[in-house]
């Protein structure tokens, strides 16, 4: 059984960066597509950002599109978001999720079998 942590986020001002890190425990992560959701008060969560098993194809919603970059470590069990030019529209808990199936990549969060708790990133303006 896949379990999540998510970490890294926190207070930082419009324009600035953070990282977060969604770390893995558990067996069969190495073959897991991963992606990253947020979801701000009173909205729906939202796709970000999301990885595949092997950590070459990527897939990134619009409004984070050069600002954003999904990585992962799989000698660490990690993947990474690293969030730069940060908005004050980016203030959400962010969440990672995992995808069992690997492939193809999917932006619906239904499709995501395992998630972290949430870590929260407040952007102020």
């Known amino acids: 059984q896949v379990q999540l942590v998510e970490s890294g986020g926190g207070l930082v001002q419009a324009g600035g960066s953070l990282r977060l890190s969604c770390v893995a425990s558990?067996?069969?992560?190495?073959?897991?597509?991963v992606g990253w959701f947020r979801q701000a008060p009173g909205k729906e969560r939202e796709f970000v950002a999301a990885i595949s098993w092997s950590g070459n194809n990527f897939d990134y919603t619009d409004s984070v599109k050069g600002r954003f970059t999904i990585s992962r470590d799989l000698a660490k069990n990690t993947v990474y978001l690293q969030m730069n030019s940060l908005k004050p529209e980016g203030t959400a808990v962010y969440y990672c999720?995992?995808?069992?199936?690997?492939?193809?990549?999917?932006?619906?969060?239904?499709?995501?079998?395992?998630w972290g708790q949430g870590t929260q990133v407040t952007v102020s303006s």
């Open positions: 999720a995992g995808d069992r199936t690997g492939w193809p990549l999917s932006t619906v969060s239904i499709e995501y079998d395992v």
């Open positions: 558990g067996r069969g992560f190495s073959s897991y597509a």
